[in-house]
């Protein structure tokens, strides 16, 4: 049958494309698992963090019946404490109620160790004018040789109108022309050196002369002590040796007779002993030993003097040994019990050996418990002096000289003298030296004089020192010096000239102290017999500026208006109307706030997280918050009648004050202070830490009306100053400056004795051209680079031909601290060089800068460094996601879908589109082709595949 042939025919496969329930199947798959990802990436995400103000502060408030109140008449009145929510208060918070006198604080007179009170400030229009800057020399002087204070007027300032014990001592000029009060600085050279001693030797006449000082000395007179005296004895002395010595034999004692006791052999055999004795803090080199024993039937020794013996034993038991060391009027004892044993310490010795000392220094019947560790069995070491005695401190600075000489300067020094008992000088020197010059160098040390090389501060910087003139002293002339005495301390600028150029230096002292021993005078208020009271809250005489109060808070006076001991929160609580009701963190730290409860941990008190007293939330009746919250308003109300309160009334009249002051003490948890106070109030980090204070104001009696005092009524002449400012800028050939002094009343009013006084001094003079930091050249900052929270600084020398000394003169800083801002000076240098960001960041890491600094300071100089962001990264991820599934659903799903699509879409065809090629394979079947013949001739005629197949489906169908 022949085949005709037709054209092709284009399946479409858009009419139907329902994919199979396998696919199905795989593509829902998919979209669970990306909805799992995504939910659990926002169910684990980091919360966000509450955030809320938790307060420190609890409102407090005092409300007084009335504000005028009789003589001896009771107050009355309430004080309340609220709590709100997202208050908490530390555990250890203090209540303290009392009634302010609102005295100022302000000590007029001085208490001498005599008891004798010398006046000290004077208080005048609301000013603490001091009119003794060194009551300790004023004391001095009333007090003589037992006065323990040795160099007097210490810090330059002129205590009741003169330095009446420094003396003007150049060498170079006239000495009768040179006052020491030529010498003091009027200005302030630094906040820590007002009115400091200057000597500047550049001024001194060289006129034939190479080397000049410029000097102040104190000769002691009747405060000359002696070295010893610096340190108290402390004399005592030590035995070195075991406490239990077991007996060796070298030989077989006799046989017993027959049923008699055994006969034990002698012991023969020795232990060595030593004492060393100890005085003025140190050991004693020539100390005179004398020893004994007791019981010499058990051990014997084999000298009685010398630092050294032997102990024979000789027999089992106890003996003693005594040791008596002596040095000058210094004796100490000291006694060591040995146990002699043959077989078993622990049996034969039933206790330990002891060690006791006696001297002529109190300690009369001490004793220590031996020890075999202390000392190869000395039983243990007496208390040293281990006090910081003996010490002769000073603060200085150098500057370039006023003149025309050079920076570099020559050498200044500390000159203590003293003789020996044989009336030889000896002279220790601490010495400063600037410059290599024949007489700048220090010189070499000799029988007579011994020199210290002293470390140079940078110039224009303030330095403290502090010497051992004890150790100094005995260690620079020799054990015996100690009886040696001292008569004079001199303070000695040097200036060189070379023939050309004067070598100088200006050089400020100040703060000069040197003490003898310590005495039994006592700085603590309670050892005085005074009172310490709550800060304004002294009657009587205030004396807080000299003796000191071991609570943070607290005032020394002669008196306390009347007050009630501070108390704690329980305390407090139980004299409210509601002591049962309050309601504690527990562990937990934990406050809620508009019903969410929120962990506490990073706002509990330093040192008491999961601490505290907080407010009630839940007030009601049904309330199921533990600690009695239900029915509480959390408002504590305390009644002025309550017998705590009886003795508020004050017997003088005046005005005053009732306070409350809530606070806590910041000493119990030193390792948060740099937190601050609570981390919430405004005040600065100390000890003691004001929470909340309020104070209702009251009278007592009838107040007096204060008279009008005049200055006109107050004498000036010859008065003291007590303060005066540098003089001004010259104008028109004429300066000028104020001074403040301490004038006395002369009047018949009833004023204060003293008043300040401000008056105007002027004087001619001529115009100065004022310094720039222009004016100076300066050297690099050093260290580069720095570490954190360290110190740079430079040197700058001034190359301008400017007055220095003028008023608005200025002049760069030599020192400033190594922050972020110095750190970027350098990283830019560096940076310029040539330096990659990663070599800086290692380098900045080894000087300890924390990687937070070191992202901001390489990010500022190399430009932000790109990091991807938590949010990014969660994009990401939700992406790659995303990809996932898309490539999913094309591999599996796609093929699957197109597959039975084709497949319907060709049986439709084949029946819709073919109806010819249809009939013609029912006819050719039915004409007995085969299926194959039937196949090839439809290839052959050009038929597709798809619409052959369909077509047989069809036909078959």
Known sequence: MAIKKRPRVKVNLEKETSPSSPALGKLAMVFFLVFVILATIIFFRAPEKVQTFVTGKAL???????????????????????????????????????????????????????????????????????????????????????????????????????????????????????????????????????????????????????????????????????????????????????????????????????????????????????????????????????????????????????????????????????????????????????????????????????????????????????????????????????????????????????????????????????????????????????RQLAGCTMPQSNATDKYISMPLPPMNNVANYTRNLYLNWTNSFGAGSREDIITEIQIIAYGYWDGTTVHSQRVYFDNFELWKKESSYSNSCTGQNKICCAKGAGLGSYLGDQFKCSRPGEKCYERCAPFIAPRNFEQFKALSSTPGKFNRTMDKCRVIVSGTEIDLRDYCYPGHAGEGFTACLDTSNTSSTPLGCRGWDNLYIINLNHPAFNNFKLAQNGTYSLTMRISYNHFETPENCSEGCLNYGEESCRDYCIISEVSAPFSVGVVGITPTCQDTDYNCYNAPIISETNFSECINGIQTKTRTLNCTYIGTAVCPKYKAIVQTVSQNCTVSVPCTENDYSCNSWQPTPCSPQSTQTRTCQLTGTCDPNATSSTAPTTERPCDTTAIIEYVQTRYQEGMTRTQMKQQLQQFGWSNEDITMILNQVYGTEEKPSLGWVLYLVIGIIVVVAIVVIIVFVVPSVKKGAKAKAGAGAGAEAYPELTSYIKDALAAGATKQEIIAKLQEAGWPKEAIEASFKAAQA
């Open 60 to 434: 407090s408030s005092i409300e007084l019946e009335k504000s005028e109140y009789n003589l001896s008449e009771r107050l009355k009145g309430i004080v309340t404490v609220q709590m709100e929510p997202g208050d908490v208060l530390p555990p250890n918070t203090t209540f303290e109620i009392f009634i302010s006198t609102n005295l100022p604080d302000c000590q007029l007179r001085y208490i001498c160790p005599n008891g004798i009170a010398i006046p000290w400030h004077n208080y005048t229009d609301g000013q603490c004018v001091e009119i003794d800057p060194d009551p300790e020399s004023s004391c001095c002087f009333l007090m003589g040789a037992s006065c323990a204070q040795v160099i007097l007027n210490s810090k330059f300032k002129a205590p009741l109108g003169g330095l009446k014990s420094w003396f003007a001592f150049p060498y170079g000029t006239n000495p009768s022309s040179i006052f020491i009060e030529d010498l003091i600085d009027p200005v302030t050279y630094n906040i820590t050196m007002e009115k400091a001693l200057v000597l500047d030797p550049t001024d001194i006449s060289y006129s034939g002369i190479n080397l000049v000082s410029s000097s102040v000395q104190q000769i002691l007179s009747n405060r000359q002590f002696v070295i010893k005296e610096l340190v108290p004895a402390n004399a005592r002395v030590e035995i070195g040796g075991t406490n239990n010595l077991k007996c060796n034999t070298g030989s077989v004692g006799p046989a017993p007779p027959q049923g008699g006791p055994l006969s034990l052999p002698p012991c023969n055999n020795n232990a060595s002993y030593n004492a060393t004795m100890f005085a003025y803090g140190s050991p004693v080199q020539d100390a005179q030993y004398n020893w004994s024993i007791s019981n010499d039937s058990v051990a014997t020794l084999n000298a009685t003097t010398g630092r050294f013996v032997k102990l024979l034993a000789r027999a089992p038991g106890w003996v003693t040994i005594q040791v008596t060391a002596s040095v000058g009027n210094e004796i100490a004892t000291a006694f060591k019990q040995v146990c002699i044993y043959r077989t078993d310490p622990i049996a034969e010795c039933s206790s330990a050996g002891i060690t006791y000392s006696s001297s002529n220094m109190n300690l009369q019947g001490l004793y220590l418990q031996g020890s075999e560790a202390a000392g190869g069995g000395a039983g243990g070491y007496w208390l040293q002096n281990t006090e910081n005695r003996g010490n002769i401190k000073w603060q200085l600075a150098y500057t370039t000289a006023t003149a025309t000489a050079p920076s570099d300067g020559c050498a200044f020094e500390v000159l203590v003298k003293g003789k020996t008992v044989n009336d030889a000088p000896r002279n220790l020197h601490y010495w400063y030296q600037l």
